[in-house]
């Protein structure tokens, strides 16, 4: 009986992973302009970050705002902000990729992988987080309205 049920389960995982590589090759989908906008406003975002730039994240988060980071502790606007202002890590390298992206109307939700590499403790460090950030349209640009980030094993 067991050996009737293996090449039934194969057929569903195969059939699985067939819709996989659309969504892994993301990178390679002919985007939307709104899609290409939101995936602009990701990489400024967190240029805007890493060079404390808060006036440019100011104009990004919504009064609403709310997050929760890899440690699962919970912010709102004031807390980004001054996350922001107060960063002083050095970064070689933060490199966003792996976008998909699902449209709503006026509402967005984006997931992201974002890779950075910096020294710690004198030695080469890697990180890799998981996003998904939410947002809503208000009189022509975008808004986060949430945002929350995960520590990724890949």
Known sequence: MGGRLLPAGLLVLVAALAAVPAQV????VVREPE????????????QAFLQNDTAFIDRVLAREFVAVYPDGSKGDRAKELANAAAFNQKIDS???D?????????????????SLVGPSKGQRLEVTYRYLDVFVRRDGRWQCVASQ???ATV
């Open 25 to 28: 090759r993301a990178q390679d």
């Open 35 to 46: 899609e290409l906008e939101l995936i602009q406003l990701e990489r400024d975002w967190d």
């Open 94 to 96: 933060s490199t966003l």
């Open 98 to 114: 792996d976008f998909m992206i699902q449209m709503h109307g006026d509402t967005a939700v984006v997931w992201f992988r974002r």
């Open 149 to 151: 980030s995960l520590k």
